[in-house]
């Protein structure tokens, strides 16, 4: 029985102390969303200000991931996703590794680039890999890239 009291005082402490510290006295300014651009230049156009300057800093897009992804695909932006428009990229994808050209894709000319990536890693010529050439293998990942922020003015901590 000790225990269970000794658990729920604790319980309780732990609960009075989360909303002790994540108590705030800031105010939340509720701010209406901006409509969504009619288009993609709309949404690109730089923003006057008052004075009638334009804005210098770089604004997003208002288009969606999805609503960018259709319109790669509705290369005549007819607002439809026609079967040829779909299937073009894989197409193109299928006449880069159709080599001879004779509209059917062999085993050799599908593999043909991990058939060159296992020769140029097999040094010694033997047919097989060594754990050294295997690791050479290994996809070569870029950092990601960290977005570019125009650089902010110093802080003038006088003011």
Known sequence: MLRFLAGVVSALLLVGA??????????????????PADTAEEAAAPVAQEDGAADPLPSASALTREQKRFNRYDKDRSGGIARDE???SRRKAYAKLDTNGDGRLSFEEWAAKTVTKFTTADRDRSGSLTAAEFATTAVKRSPRSRPRCPPQAPVNEAD
């Open 18 to 35: 989360g909303v002790f510290l994540f108590r705030t006295d800031a105010r939340t300014e509720i701010v209406a969303p901006a409509a």
């Open 86 to 88: 779909y299937l073009a």
